[in-house]
């Protein structure tokens, strides 16, 4: 299951640098690197057969590559890391959920929108940024609004938007939930609760039988409330510049 939820989460970073244009790929990783360095920059998909990781820290320290690599827990991986001066920077938990019919939402949601056109799109790129602490362009959620796999969110409050999120379906039927947020002073009321209920209600939409995504620590005693089950970690590395 690990896997699963894994490769919806590379195959979601992959979709949005094909759609913004900064996706590149070679035989040893792939590396998505919008404009600034902004969300999601990230190296991920690594060949264990063929990298070079001496390679991929000059080309880090150069500025080529972003400053940060994501990989499922692997132990000798990880050593590898540790040994070319990779330090963990954060640890995330992989979370599932099998749906069945009884556990689809009831609501209408009217106070969560569509994100359909470039204003609501600088709407969420706003109140992801100041949600989760980096920046995420308004160019890089534009190129997003047009696609067929993944859905972005904005939801009001007191008439003023100040949530957001999105679901993406990938290749193989699943649906991950992604990039769910709220703005600092807005925090406590369940906004982000009903956030992940409205996807929810998008997943059954999609037909897919299982939904994924990847918590904090915080935000996986959250998402266990809900009844989504931990399954491995991914790891971010990154190199002292």
Request: hydrophobic fraction near 35%; glycine fraction near 8%.
């Amino acid at each position: 299951m690990k896997n699963t939820i894994i490769k919806n989460l590379f195959e979601f970073w992959r979709h949005i640098g094909i759609s913004g244009q900064f996706l590149y790929n070679n035989e040893q990783y792939n590396y998505v690197k919008p404009n600034n360095y902004s969300w999601p920059s990230k190296v991920f998909g690594l060949n264990e057969s063929k990298i070079n990781l001496k390679k991929i820290c000059l080309k880090i320290k150069n500025g080529e590559l972003p400053n940060s690599i994501s990989i499922l827990k692997n132990e000798v991986l990880e050593a590898q890391l540790t040994k070319h001066q990779f330090i963990l920077k954060s640890s995330v938990k992989g979370m599932y959920f099998d749906l069945h019919e009884k556990d689809k939402p009831t609501e209408d949601f009217i106070s969560i929108e569509r994100v359909d056109n470039d204003e609501k799109a600088i709407e969420f790129s706003l109140i992801a940024s100041n949600s989760f602490g980096y920046e995420i362009l308004s160019s890089t959620i534009i190129a997003l609004v047009s696609s067929s796999q993944l859905k972005l969110f904005i939801g009001k409050y007191n008439n003023k938007y100040v949530s957001c999120g999105m679901v993406f379906l990938d290749k193989n039927g699943i649906s991950g939930l992604h990039m769910i947020g709220t703005l600092p002073n807005y925090r406590g009321f369940g906004l982000g609760k009903e956030m992940t209920n409205k996807l929810m209600l998008e997943v059954f939409k999609n037909e897919s039988k299982q939904v994924v995504l990847v918590a904090s620590k915080s935000g996986e005693r959250i998402y266990s409330k809900l009844g989504f089950k931990a399954e491995g970690s991914l790891l971010s590395y990154s190199i002292k510049k």
